[in-house]
């Protein structure tokens, strides 16, 4: 067998397949939409965005930073269709997400070692290398095949997603723009509440009907993509202190920040549609049109889509799992994705394109990658392969999850944000003559 099954057309394994596929390998990419549906997709596009469009901070000195810039030097598919499709989000990567899927879709079906096949996929298949990057919505017959072959529970936790408006129907008499801290200019809507207004909002937000949850008799929430109305029953003020903070925002009227502030964001180049940041939710609809028209300058809204809830699944991956993504029972079989419990799109990415330069490596007999500890993508598969813990959870790049720093490095930066600055100049410089000796190793190989 000359080919390597990536089966999953999302972010990882678009990303998979490209990376295999520029490696030299002959790549079947299985997606089952349009044969069998999703409850979050729309379209049959690969690389379809159902949550948020933003691919948070690309600060120079972040975490997702770091993880952003390695993807970009390391030929990412999805960080290019990311620059021909970048919409303003201040400090933020966000995208256009209907031209990100279809510029990815359109380099998927034309690249010569890709072929789609569109079908579900209900069994692993036999001795062949393949690359399980399913996603949170992993299909029952898979699922059930995955249970199997890892003697353990699916684990799972619950995933929400935000509502979009209409531009045109956003009061703008009351309605300002601004980015937070002045970061981007005016690439943000904000929606300004004083105390009274804030304290409606939120009466009527914890008094809300939920669409009611059947499928699992517990419900696991991500801790960073909780319902807006479950951080609300938390306290009064956690949506002040959350999605709802005013730092940053000041009144253009009066220069003052207001008691507390909804950001809405940009959803495409036409800028005729924007989503309510953090407002993922499960509401019923109609509580939904209640509730968010309660918002000032929202008075009117003209919902274009609802936030809705779904569910994401994961593997136990530190007992089913290598740092390569192979399964530690099975070296051709790899899995990259939220599967794995790596949580964000760009996370994703960067499984997906470990795995699909390892895949290769393994049709050409050659040693599998590693990526060195410094760096971002490193950190997330020692984490999903290495973490000790009793309850493994998704997680998000973070400087947390790095290789730390030297003593002497500590010493010489104690500002925070310096020293953080410092860290991503020696990861990346650690990246680059990794990747620079990879490519070279191949490249010999070869000859």
């Keep these: 067998m000359n080919e390597i099954n990536v089966i999953g057309g999302g972010l990882a394994g678009v990303e998979a397949a490209w990376q295999a596929a520029n490696s030299g390998a002959k790549v079947k990419l299985y997606e089952m939409r349009p044969v069998v549906q999703t409850p979050a997709h729309r379209t049959d596009l690969l690389a379809e965005i159902v949550c948020s469009n933003s691919l948070k901070s690309d600060e120079k000195g972040s975490a997702p930073y770091l993880l952003k810039e390695e993807l970009r030097r390391g030929g990412s598919l999805v960080m290019e269709a990311a620059r021909q499709t970048k919409v303003p989000a201040g400090a933020a990567l966000a995208v256009d997400r209907g031209k990100f899927a279809e510029l990815i879709t359109q380099k998927i079906k034309a690249h010569k070692n890709i072929e789609i096949v569109r079908e579900e996929v209900k069994t692993i298949p036999a001795d062949e290398i393949t690359i399980i990057a399913t996603g949170p919505l992993t299909s029952d017959a898979l699922t059930l095949e995955i249970m199997k072959m890892t003697g353990d529970d699916q684990l799972y936790f619950y995933d929400a997603i935000a509502p979009i408006v209409a531009a045109d129907s956003i009061n703008m008499s009351v309605a300002f723009k601004a980015a937070r801290y002045g970061k981007g200019g005016d690439d943000y809507i904000n929606c300004p509440m004083d105390k009274e207004q804030y304290e409606r909002f939120y009466n009527e937000l914890v008094e809300a009907k939920s669409v009611p949850l059947k499928r699992f008799e517990e419900t696991h929430w991500f801790e960073s993509c909780l319902p807006i109305e479950e951080i609300a029953r938390r306290g009064i003020d956690t949506l002040r202190f959350g999605p709802m903070k005013p730092k940053g925002l000041p009144l253009p009227s009066t220069g003052k920040e207001p008691y507390a502030a909804v950001q809405l964001r940009q959803e495409n180049l036409m800028a005729d549609a924007y989503s309510l940041v953090g407002f993922q939710n499960h509401l019923k609809y109609g509580e939904q049109k209640r509730v968010l028209q309660t918002i000032p300058g929202l008075e009117n809204a003209d919902i274009l889509q609802y936030g809705q809830i779904h569910r994401n699944t994961f593997i136990n991956s530190p007992q089913i799992l290598r740092e390569t993504l192979q399964t530690k029972k099975n070296p051709k079989l790899f899995f990259a994705g939220q599967i794995t419990g790596v949580e964000g799109y760009l996370e994703s990415v960067g499984t997906g394109w470990?795995?699909?330069?390892?895949?290769?490596?393994i049709l050409r007999n050659e040693d599998l990658l590693v990526a060195p500890e410094t760096s971002a993508i490193g950190a997330l598969c020692r984490y999903v392969s290495n973490v000790e813990t009793k309850n493994f959870q998704p997680v998000n790049i973070t400087f947390g999850l790095l290789a730390p720093v030297s003593v002497?490095?500590?010493?010489?930066?104690?500002?925070?944000?310096?020293r953080h600055g410092v860290q991503v100049e020696l990861a990346?410089?650690?990246?680059?003559?990794?990747?620079?000796?990879?490519?070279?190793?191949?490249?010999?190989?070869?000859?």
């Design 354 to 361: 470990l795995a699909g330069l390892n895949a290769a490596r």
């Design 428 to 447: 990346l410089k650690d990246w680059d003559e990794w990747f620079s000796k990879i490519n070279k190793n191949s490249l010999e190989a070869h000859q």
């Design 408 to 418: 002497e490095i500590r010493k010489k930066y104690r500002n925070k944000r310096e």
